[in-house]
């Protein structure tokens, strides 16, 4: 797809990113340090949920399965950016060829919407276990859940195609300087030329504004739904066992739509470049980096089940 996009009538062949080029070039390997040792964290620790997953049987349940697609989904998100940034980072040729530039669009934004399609369906599955337990089995059944699965990664395959294939078929005059990253919507929409950007614009920007607002307001929903069936449990114990549940994906949740609206919602033109691409740290590679701790810390069992799994065979192989 990013080899035929690549043959529209742009005069552009390459972009250059600008990004932390801005930066003063002693912070750079200090940044290059920190990110890379949160990229390695983030893969870790989503590696380490799958793994402790995968050999605990009491954990092979719907919830546990969404969770691992949640993982798959942030491994290949943040592979589809950090590895580039990390290499720019240290480099003083920050270009990107015009189809690789299109091919991490569609990839970032087929990954980066599957996750937010697959916290939609957990927070449905949270829903269900809690207000439906006697229906869980029937509406939570193996085979539907990876059609929930299924559906998730679908949509973010159309949606990553849409944007990308809008995006790519403008025509780029030049100049190629990018202000960011990564080949991100707005700032290649500032290099675009012809009558028709602000149209894909409009239209991009809607459909996405509809999909995650959809996708937030159906989470609320279910967590509005989840409150009010947890305060009508009488003991405070039962209401408590009952949030806990549901606990780490809602922080999630609040991490991932607050540093989304902290990029997107932002007041224009009141922040300099600086600031604009530290801001979008907070959402490519903080948010992922966190994901896996809120899991890990906030979910007793999973918790449990990863220091009966790994710790307590280093430690008997150590014996």
């Known amino acids: 797809m990013a080899a035929t996009l690549a043959l529209n009538h742009s005069s552009v062949s390459e972009f250059i990113f600008v990004g932390f080029s801005t930066f003063p070039p002693h912070l750079l390997p200090i940044f290059f340090l920190l990110f890379l040792l949160?990229?390695?964290?983030?893969?870790?620790?989503?590696?380490?949920?799958?793994?402790?997953?995968?050999?605990?049987?009491?954990?092979?349940?719907?919830?546990?399965?969404?969770?691992?697609?949640?993982?798959?989904?942030?491994?290949?998100?943040?592979?589809?950016?950090?590895?580039?940034?990390?290499?720019?980072?240290?480099?003083?040729?920050?270009?990107?060829?015009?189809?690789?530039?299109?091919?991490?669009?569609?990839?970032?934004f087929t990954f980066g919407f599957a996750h937010s399609f697959l916290l939609t369906v957990m927070g449905y599955d949270r829903y269900v276990a809690i207000c439906h337990p006697l229906r869980y089995s029937v509406l939570m059944s193996p085979h539907g859940c990876t059609c929930l699965v299924t559906w998730s990664w679908a949509g973010g395959l159309v949606q990553g195609m849409v944007v990308t294939t809008a995006i790519f078929h403008l025509t780029f005059c030049g100049p190629n300087k990018i202000q960011h990253f990564g080949c991100h919507v707005p700032p290649l929409l500032k290099l675009a030329c012809g009558t028709d950007v602000p149209i894909v614009a409009l239209?991009?920007?809607?459909?996405?504004?509809?999909?995650?607002?959809?996708?937030?307001?159906?989470?609320?929903l279910s967590y509005t739904l989840i409150v009010a069936t947890i305060l009508k449990i009488p003991s405070a114990e039962g209401r408590h066992k009952a949030f806990s549940t549901?606990?780490?994906?809602?922080?999630?949740?609040?991490?991932?739509?607050?540093?989304?609206?902290?990029?997107?919602?932002?007041?224009?033109?009141?922040?300099?470049?600086?600031?604009?691409?530290?801001?979008?740290?907070?959402?490519?590679?903080?948010?992922?980096?966190?994901?896996?701790?809120?899991?890990?810390?906030?979910?007793?069992?999973?918790?449990?089940?990863?220091?009966?799994?790994?710790?307590?065979?280093?430690?008997?192989?150590?014996?």
């Open 38 to 108: 949160m990229y390695l964290f983030t893969l870790l620790g989503n590696l380490l949920i799958m793994a402790t997953v995968w050999s605990e049987r009491s954990l092979h349940t719907p919830m546990y399965l969404f969770l691992c697609a949640l993982s798959i989904s942030e491994i290949f998100y943040t592979l589809t950016i950090t590895p580039r940034l990390l290499a720019d980072l240290l480099s003083s040729r920050r270009t990107i060829a015009f189809a690789a530039c299109a091919s991490q669009m569609f990839f970032s």
């Open 203 to 220: 239209c991009v920007g809607l459909m996405c504004i509809t999909v995650l607002l959809g996708c937030f307001l159906l989470i609320l």
């Open 246 to 319: 549901c606990a780490s994906h809602l922080i999630v949740v609040i991490v991932h739509y607050g540093f989304a609206s902290i990029i997107y919602l932002k007041p224009k033109g009141l922040h300099s470049q600086e600031s604009k691409t530290l801001m979008a740290i907070t959402y490519t590679v903080l948010t992922p980096f966190l994901s896996p701790i809120i899991f890990s810390l906030r979910n007793k069992e999973l918790k449990t089940a990863m220091r009966k799994t790994f710790l307590n065979k280093l430690y008997s192989s150590s014996i």
